[in-house]
């Protein structure tokens, strides 16, 4: 049976649980958020954060929400990659209210589901939220989702309305992200597709808000502190920045981008291929396997934020399965090839700097060759013309939890 129909009749089930050791296994770092304001007692609001990606997103509304008067903010961190994200909340100046202990090695995809829809389930369970906020489509957001679905509290959703043109492909992001749309009172879509998404699968509009997407918001936030047009000035052209970590791209897919850049190396020998390591084995001991031994290739630990941003803007060129930086890297002036199938952004490749590549060698090292000779094209700036948005869009996300959760007006 394949993880796909292992997950699939793994959340099809209706049973529920209780886990009373997942609270006395909670380890509470801070419950500065949850008090009274001048109007009595203040509405909860539930984060999860797993990833790296869901902090970087989330921590625009954490910030937006914090001391406000009448709503109060718990983030969790789910355990999904505790360390990553106990150490990227601290890059970005936070701390999770609650840290569970770190997801379990377990069998498949629907194992570690299961196990994080109770534990997540326990933490809703024990603080009661008016909210639960999720991010994305994360193992962690389609379990707190569910996990909040079985309860009975409102959700949600953040970054809403993402679509492919299949519903496994890429997987499982896409099929969670279908599954949290179901469970969702209120969407907050990134970009105008995402919206047309929502509509057609019958989204009822009074529930959609389009607000831009927060990872602008912390893009713009480091671009802002760290002088973003004296940067572009210095831009290292012999660096292309590399990384991999979809579940597509495991095993042959990731020998088949490895191979392609030692051919990119062979071809151009001036260049340093920079590459930043996933710490998931599935994906890491194929690349080190095949890379590690190279000269042109710099095989890192992951970056924290802000430098990989820097590194980002001073490549020649990204190659990247990653969904974030089909975001950014057109407000860094930077090429960027996608070695997928297809995308949930196409705002991103009509902006001209990315380009969705075939999982095939050639074709990947002929596309890499002809965008490091292409003329460079200034950055697109981050405004109100910008397809996720001007870098505003926490502010627009609270305005909404006021006007929706004050008055408990869900459509």
Known sequence: MTSAVRLRASVMTDETHSSLSSVERLRTLSLRSIGTGSTGARKVVLMFAGTRPECIKLAPVVRALSGHPELAMLLIN??????AVRACLAELGLKADVE???????????????????????????YDPDLVLVQGDTLTAYSAARAARDLGYPIAHLEAGLRTDAVLEPFPEEWFRRRIARFAKIHFAPSRSAVENLLAEGIDDRALHHVGNTGIDSLRQVLDKSGHGHRQRQRVRSTVLVTLHRRANYDRNAVIVCDALIGLASARQDLRILFPVHPNPRVSATIRRRLEA??????????RYQHFIECAERAALIISDSGGIQEEAPHLGTPLLVPRCNTERPESIETGFVQLIPIDRDRIVRAALDALVSPRRPALPIDDRAPFGAGNAAQRVVSILESTLLSQAYA
């Open 78 to 83: 789910s355990g999904q990659h505790q360390l």
């Open 100 to 126: 569970l202990g770190a997801l379990p090695h377990l069998p498949n995809l629907a194992a570690s589901h299961q196990h994080l829809r109770v534990e997540l389930a326990a933490v809703a369970r024990k």
């Open 294 to 303: 190279h000269p042109s290739i710099d095989l890192v630990e992951p970056m």
